[in-house]
T-cell receptor
Framework: KQEVTQIPAALSVPEGENLVLNCSFT??????LQWFRQDPGKGLTSLLLIQSSQREQTSGRLNASLDKSSGRSTLYIAASQPGDSATYLCAVRGGSGNTGKLIFGQGTTLQVKP | NAGVMQNPRHLVRRRGQEARLRCSPM?????VYWYRQLPEEGLKFMVYLQKENIIDESGMPKERFSAEFPKEGPSILRIQQVVRGDSAAYFCASSPPEGWGTEAFFGQGTRLTVV
């Protein structure tokens, strides 16, 4: 059974700092991995999609890496801003016996202080 | 191309009533997924549907909950005889028919409150 874990659960940093969010999964037979952002009381916004054959994806100040063999992904946020404050969710699609649904981690709640 | 549309955004039901949550996927998307998010908790998978078919309902409670995605119209998540524990945010996602390597997009959710 695929399980996804995110560390840390919460993170508070001063504005301008570079930071890394971690995601690990137990079954490496994935199709892809997606990072989402969720603001309080809102829906999920897709940030980056990494296919199983890819090592990383970049969008603006965000960079996501994937090491499928070790079951790990990281989301790197450069020069953090107060507007980056949100919960970041990692989700994998796939795993042995998986029908294609996304399986989520518990999320990392980020606070960037001005 | 409008995103995934969910309605209503907020729904209040008394215990014992029925709740119907609607999800219109993005244009061209034929895969729909429903998730539930309890306060201060992560997203839990409920059901995965394609047009007129339930592909995976392993996360759906055995009683009172049902889902459909008809040939025409939105996907419906139906909760009968709601209880206080059903209060949560329900999110719908959709993805294209090209396979499981595609990106999934989420709606804004329906926040159900049972009083």
């Amino acid at each position: 059974k695929q399980e996804v874990t995110q560390i840390p659960a919460a993170l508070s940093v001063p504005e301008g700092e570079n930071l890394v969010l971690n995601c690990s999964f137990t079954d490496s037979a994935i199709y892809n991995l997606q990072w989402f952002r969720q603001d309080p009381g809102k829906g999920l916004t897709s940030l980056l999609l990494i296919q199983s054959s890819q090592r990383e994806q970049t969008s603006g100040r965000l960079n996501a890496s994937l090491d499928k063999s070790s079951g790990r992904s990281t989301l790197y946020i450069a020069a953090s801003q107060p507007g980056d404050s949100a919960t970041y969710l990692c989700a994998v699609r796939g795993g042995s016996g998986n029908t294609g649904k996304l399986i989520f981690g518990q999320g990392t709640t980020l606070q960037v202080k001005p | 191309n409008a995103g995934v549309m969910q309605n209503p955004r907020h729904l209040v039901r008394r215990r014992g009533q029925e709740a119907r949550l609607r999800c219109s996927p993005m244009k061209g998307h034929s895969h729909v997924y429903w998730y539930r998010q309890l306060p201060e908790e992560g997203l839990k998978f409920m059901v995965y549907l394609q047009k007129e078919n339930i592909i995976d309902e392993s996360g759906m409670p055995k009683e009172r909950f049902s889902a459909e995605f008809p040939k025409e119209g939105p996907s419906i998540l139906r909760i009968q005889q709601v209880v206080r524990g059903d209060s949560a945010a329900y999110f719908c996602a959709s993805s294209p028919p090209e396979g499981w390597g595609t990106e999934a997009f989420f709606g804004q959710g329906t926040r159900l409150t049972v009083v």
